[in-house]
Antibody
Framework: QVTLKESGPGILQPSQTLSLTCTFS??????????VGWIRQPSGKGLEWLAN???????YYNPSLKNRLTISKDTSNNQAFLKITNVDTADTATYYC?????????WGQGTLVTVSS | DIQMTQSPSSLPASLGDRVTITCRAS??????LRWFQQKPGKSPRLMIY???NLANGVPSRFSGSRSGSDYSLTINSLESEDMAIYYC?????????FGAGTKLELK
């Protein structure tokens, strides 16, 4: 059974760095072809793909966030991470991680992140 | 970036109706197109993959089709549980891009 669960700080201030963790089970990011992606959704708005990491440590980012993103993984502990630097109120959203093999068939429940001073 | 133009943004419909939602891709994406259903407070659920294939557990009243750069999700005989927002996603090339969403609601 595949499960994913996101965790994050809940609230942080503008200019801080957002650190998110995706803890998953039922698959391994060391398996050939496996990947995990991050997607976010501001309240009442649409979905935005942020980044993907693959079993071979290939990484892909949404250029709209202009080098603010860093995705990484800890294969031993079945976790994937996303960091977003220099956050502002526009980064307030629910952040989801999803298994990207096959493409986003499995999602976490999401974690709400609020950026506020 | 590949733009996914989704229409309509809102779709009032009655139970038992047949409805169609469309996404138009700005570039060739082959069949790397997925459809997701999202209900309030819930994570998206995969409905269609490879443009035309039904995901596991999805009722057979859902179907996907392609005509050139237009990709469609059709729901036959609408049921109350189908009221949700639907999104398309292209995953042919990075950055992956979603359509803006279609809110399916009762007329």
């Amino acid at each position: 059974q595949v499960t994913l669960k996101e965790s994050g700080p809940g609230i942080l201030q503008p200019s801080q760095t957002l650190s998110l963790t995706c803890t998953f089970s039922g698959f391994s990011l060391s398996t050939y072809g496996m990947g995990v992606g991050w997607i976010r959704q501001p309240s009442g708005k649409g979905l935005e793909w942020l980044a993907n990491i693959w079993w071979d440590d290939d990484k892909y980012y949404n250029p709209s966030l202009k080098n603010r993103l860093t995705i990484s993984k800890d294969t031993s502990n079945n976790q994937a991470f996303l960091k977003i630097t220099n956050v502002d109120t526009a980064d307030t959203a629910t952040y989801y991680c999803a298994r990207s093999t096959p493409g986003f068939a499995y999602w976490g429940q999401g974690t709400l992140v609020t950026v506020s001073s | 970036d590949i733009q996914m133009t989704q229409s309509p943004s809102s779709l009032p419909a009655s139970l038992g109706d047949r409805v169609t939602i469309t996404c138009r891709a700005s570039q060739d994406i082959g069949n790397y197109l997925r459809w997701f259903q999202q209900k309030p407070g819930k994570s998206p659920r995969l409905m269609i993959y490879g443009a035309t294939n039904l995901a596991n557990g999805v009722p057979s009243r859902f179907s996907g089709s392609r005509s050139g750069s237009d990709y469609s999700l059709t729901i036959n005989s609408l049921e109350s549980e189908d009221m949700a927002i639907y999104y398309c996603l292209q995953h042919n090339e990075y950055p992956y891009t979603f359509g803006a969403g279609t809110k399916l609601e009762l007329k």
